[in-house]
Structures are given as C-alpha cells and as structure tokens.
C-alpha cells in the first residue's frame, strides 16, 4: 500500500520548470551495475540524462521526452515517465547550467542546438535490439576496468580519437560522457553560426579532469559524478521516493 501512495504522490509532481537540455541524474535502487558505479564515482547519482523536449507548458512529465544513453551503448527517446513513475526504483535530480554563463541573446537557439546534437544519436529500435547484448557486456567490463586502473593510480594512454567521432562508436563513452559531449558540440556548432553571440567551449565542461584543450575521449568518459559535483550546474530540484524538494548538493 505504501508503494502505491508513493507512485500516485510521484505521478502527480509536476515538472513544467524544466526547460531543453536540462540534465538529469539518476540514482538506481536495487542495482547491482548503479552500486558499483557509485562506488567507483564515491557519488550518490549513477546515471545521467537530458531533457529533449519539455511538451506545452503546464504538462506534466507524461508529455517530456529525454535522450537517454544507456549502458548498453545505445541512445533512445523515451518519456521521462519511465523515471518519475517508479518512485521505488529511482530517485531524480534536475541539474541546469548556471545562467550567469548564458545571456538572452540566442539562448534558446543555444539549447535547441545543444539537443538536436543529442538527438541526432538516437538510433532505430532495431539496431538497438542488435546491439543490446553483445556491447553491454564489453562496456561494462570497460568501465570497471577504468575504475579499478584509478584505484591502482595506474596511467594509460588515451585513444586518440578524431572530432567527427560518433559516441556509439566508442565502447567506452558513459552516460555522463554523452551529456557532456553534446554540450560541448552544441556549443562549437552554435558558435560557427552566431558570430556575434560567441559562447565559450570552456564554460560546458563538466568534468574537472579536463585541464587543458579538451579530447574527445575526455568528454565521452565524463562520469554522472563529474556532473553531480560541477559549479558551473546549479541544483534545480531533487525527487527521491516520489517526493520533490528544492534541492541542495548530494
């Protein structure tokens, strides 16, 4: 009964401040893979995502739709209904970037280019039913693989990966990773057609181990707590067991 209470209260939250490219972060209970991935990130969030669309304004999260990478290496369109109405089984943070590093001019071209460049990597249900098994496994393994090497301090070179690389085609890009680069893209996409209203490339990176010029291998292994722990992303809200609350770092 008490399930129940939680998923109605859940189901009734309604969501009409979120706004495009809005980021989501996820903590997965009963999960084995959201455990370790906690446990290698020392972050209480597990998986990220971003808001695509937003539906007319009042809806409730019935009618949003985010670009979710999975672990299995494919990215889908699904409604954030897949989230919100398990209250059980996730709890839900909203994470936007501070506006103080945007201004009005172009904004809103701004954040539709930054979400068309997500959506671009949403990949037919078919090649994703293909793909599912086989690339789950050996992403995984990957990312246990990249934990373990920074518990062990153990230095390995990057791949050298060029730009117009696809995120699927790298087995080991993160959700987090996948956030991250289509904010970076979407931002150097803008900026090649708003010469006037330039954004710097700087000012979308998440991840503090990126020092210098970013690589694209860099971008893609941005992890949940990376996006978690970023000043430049202010907490919006956070949801946990179907309850909402203006939200403070976790």
């Avoid at 020392?42 to 009618?63: F, I, K, P, R």
Wanted: aromatic share 10%; proline share 4%.
């Amino acid at each position: 009964m008490m399930v129940t209470e939680k998923k109605e209260r859940y189901i009734d939250v309604k969501l009409n401040e979120l706004r495009p490219a809005d980021i989501l972060l996820v903590h997965t209970h009963r999960s084995l893979w959201g455990w370790l991935i906690r446990y290698g990130t020392h972050c209480y969030w597990n998986h990220a995502l971003m808001v695509y669309s937003t539906g007319e304004e009042g809806q409730d999260h019935h009618d949003i739709l985010v670009i979710d990478a999975k672990t299995d290496g494919s990215v889908v369109l699904r409604k954030l209904s897949y989230y919100l109405s398990r209250p059980d089984k996730y709890d839900v943070a909203v994470k936007r970037l501070n506006d103080e590093l945007l201004n009005d001019h172009g904004l809103t071209e701004l954040l539709n280019n930054i979400c068309k460049t997500a959506v671009n990597e949403v990949q037919p249900e078919l090649a994703v039913r293909l793909i599912r098994a086989k690339n789950q496994i050996f992403r995984q393994c990957m990312v246990i693989w990249r934990f373990l090497r920074k518990k062990l301090r153990k230095a390995c070179k990057q791949p050298n990966l060029p730009w117009n690389v696809r995120p699927f085609q790298v087995k080991a890009f993160t959700c987090g990773g996948f956030v991250q680069w289509c904010y970076y893209m979407g931002v150097s996409g803008f900026n090649e057609k708003n010469q006037d209203y330039l954004r710097h490339e700087e000012d979308v990176i998440f991840n503090s181990r990126i020092t210098n010029n970013p690589t694209p291998f860099e971008l893609l292994t941005t992890t949940p707590a990376d996006l978690a722990n970023c000043d430049k992303l202010s907490w919006v809200y956070i949801v946990k067991h179907g309850i909402k609350s203006n939200s403070s770092r976790n």
